[in-house]
């Protein structure tokens, strides 16, 4: 009897280690599907916000068009408030998604081959990039940019680039793309791209990139106004502070018309060393930035392109640069 007891007890413990046994493995293979069917839902997400932003890129292009290819006429006889296209910001939906494209006309950007030493310094120090990493980037593009293998005292020429793990030679000519930017010492992805970072107050602020101050598409070393990122705006020669923060929150609401309602609408005088930096002319040339996503989805999906209206073209326009790996920041 006592046996009978003990062998139940035996068979007792078995099962309940082989209850534990498979609950361990149900438990595995519901985590694995689990993690599966996640995998899948943001492979699909992703698939679907890429989808989304090109239709973005898309619908913008056609208002841009349609826009500049409106008789002058008919724009006057309907001319309203500024719409999306004048502040900046397109919004949208394709089909259960969302997108929002920021649009930059490529003049209110600064040109990487008429920029000078001064305001290139003046640039990075506004952006927040510290000595020393400011003048090695200032010098280091300079020196790129230039004909001649001399270096400046923070610069890199040739031998420097080509004692790196993978060897290349310093351009010494006109810069064809921004992206080169990434090969000039000092010039970081995080410099470059933009960055994320915590301020005082606990709470996170964006740095803003190199690549959203420079551009290589305009034909002027001025300034417009209307599209150009606050950095930009305190870079110009002469600019105060000031008066580039009120430029830039007075065109958020409405873009200024000409020069001369900067120095009347704002308060303060402009002198002849900012003025000439300034315009309000359009280049045709937009980089386009837009993000997509599902309404029910968290994952996003960003593409960035450059766009010339020009109606030599079959479809009114050409794209120079189009990027589908934009760092999600």
Same mark, same amino acid.
């Given at each position: ?5 003990? #062998? ?130 200032? #010098? ?35 810069? #064809? ?153």
């Amino acid at each position: 009897m006592c046996r009978w007891r003990g #062998d139940k007890g035996v068979i007792l413990i078995a099962l309940l280690w082989i209850l534990t046994a498979l609950s361990v493995i149900a438990l595995c293979f519901s985590r694995e599907g689990f993690v599966e069917v996640s995998a899948a839902r943001n492979a699909r997400d992703l698939s679907d916000a890429y989808y989304i932003a090109r239709a973005g890129i898309s619908a913008t292009i056609y208002q841009l068009l349609e826009r500049k290819y409106t008789p002058r006429v008919q724009q006057l006889e309907l001319e309203q408030p500024p719409d999306p296209l004048d502040l900046g910001r397109v919004t949208g939906t394709f089909g259960d998604g969302a997108y929002e494209v920021e649009i930059q006309d490529e003049s209110g950007k600064i040109n990487l081959n008429f920029v000078t030493e001064e305001q290139l310094h003046a640039l990075v120090q506004v952006i927040g990039i510290q000595q020393p990493d400011s003048d090695i980037i200032v #010098d280091s593009i300079m020196d790129w940019r230039d004909v001649d293998n001399a270096h400046r005292p923070n610069g890199a020429e040739d031998d420097y680039y080509q004692s790196l793990p993978v060897p290349y030679k310093a351009k010494n000519n006109r810069m #064809d793309t921004v992206e080169e930017l990434l090969l000039v010492r000092g010039v970081t992805p995080e410099y470059y791209y933009g960055h994320p970072e915590r301020a005082p107050d606990g709470s996170v602020i964006y740095r803003y990139g190199l690549s959203r101050c420079f551009t290589v598409y305009s034909t002027s070393n001025r300034i417009n106004v209307n599209y150009a990122p606050l950095y930009v705006l305190m870079s110009v020669p002469g600019m105060p502070p000031e008066a580039a923060r009120m430029i830039y929150d007075r065109r958020q609401v409405k873009p200024f018309k000409n020069i001369d309602q900067i120095n009347r609408d704002i308060g303060i005088s402009l002198g002849p060393t900012t003025l000439p930096y300034l315009m309000v002319e359009d280049t045709g040339v937009y980089t386009l930035t837009a993000a997509g996503r599902r309404a029910d989805s968290r994952v996003r999906r960003l593409i960035r392109a450059v766009v010339s209206l020009d109606p030599r073209e079959a479809k009114r326009y050409k794209i120079f640069y189009w990027n589908e790996n934009v760092p999600n920041i």
